[in-house]
């Protein structure tokens, strides 16, 4: 039993790993397509890339990591995206004890 929820545990982490990359390939693309190619304001583009991110972020790990099936889509994706407002904001305000 326990190797049976050890193996869920980590595919479920490797599924989360794997949707974080697709997170961060889809924030990267978008930002560089809005700001290099249509020439979009770098923080318009930045703030365009991250919300594509974070919605591509929650959008694949409800259906294919977790296979959530709660009806209240509207609150659980304003849970997850404020969650990713708070991070980032952790990121860029306190980068030098995250990232010293």
């Not at 869920?8 to 693309?29: A, H, P, Q, T």
């Not at 790990?61 to 509207?74: C, K, Y």
């Not at 304003?78 to 010293?100: D, E």
């Amino acid at each position: 039993m326990s190797f049976i929820i050890d193996k869920l545990f980590i595919l479920k982490f490797l599924k989360f790993g794997v949707v974080g990359v697709s997170g961060m390939v889809v924030d990267f693309g978008i930002t560089y397509l809005c700001k290099e190619r249509l020439k979009i304001h770098k923080y318009l583009s930045n703030a365009v890339g991250f919300v594509l991110a974070a919605t591509n972020n929650w959008l694949l790990n409800r259906i294919w990591t977790f296979g959530s099936s709660n009806p209240q889509m509207l609150a659980e994706y304003l849970k997850f995206f404020f969650v990713s407002v708070a991070g980032l904001a952790i990121n860029n305000v306190f980068p030098s004890i995250f990232f010293a």
